[in-house]
């Protein structure tokens, strides 16, 4: 049986692909029972497409493994809680599960900012799990940071 563990895990797996890519350090995985449907890791830069994060690549292909655009007993594990766009497609495939690793204070819309997956007048409800792994989740994308940063005021001294 897969635990919360075994998919964050991959998920920090493309997270690290992302990292690797100069990409935000973001992995996503869609589960259903012991079936992994997706992988994913962000792809906005490389891809030229604002709305490729980790969490939609993971979703869309999820649907077309299923042959459905509803997910209604799948997981989502993701390594950063996700962010507006993305808990908007969380509803819209009916996912039953997201878990998340690391908050996101700038953009998260499951706790930090918003509780969009939590809101009553919703017809969906979405069972969520955060704080997997979330050290090895928070320090990945603190470093991608840190390495952004230097590199800044390297070119700007």
Do not use: W
Not at 13 to 41: C, M, S, T, Y
Request: hydrophobic letters at 45%; aromatic letters at 6%; a neutral charge.
């Amino acid at each position: 049986m897969l635990t919360d563990e075994d998919c964050m895990n991959m998920a920090l797996e493309e997270a690290r692909k992302a990292f690797g890519q100069d990409e935000v350090p973001v992995g996503a995985v869609v589960a259903n029972g012991d079936q992994i449907l997706a992988v994913a890791h962000n792809a906005p830069v490389s891809a030229g497409d604002a709305t490729a994060h980790a969490e939609m690549i993971a979703i869309r292909e999820a649907c077309r493994v299923s042959g459905n655009y509803r997910l209604p007993a799948a997981r989502l594990y993701v390594t950063l809680e996700p962010c507006l766009m993305c808990a908007g497609a969380i509803l819209q495939a009916r996912l039953a599960r997201v878990v998340f690793g690391a908050r996101d204070p700038k953009a998260g819309a499951v706790f930090s900012l918003y509780r969009v997956l939590h809101d009553s007048r919703l017809n969906h409800k979405v069972e969520v799990t955060e704080g997997i792994l979330a050290q090895a989740c928070g320090e990945i994308l603190s470093r991608f940071f840190k390495e952004k940063r230097i590199e800044a005021a390297s070119r700007n001294a």
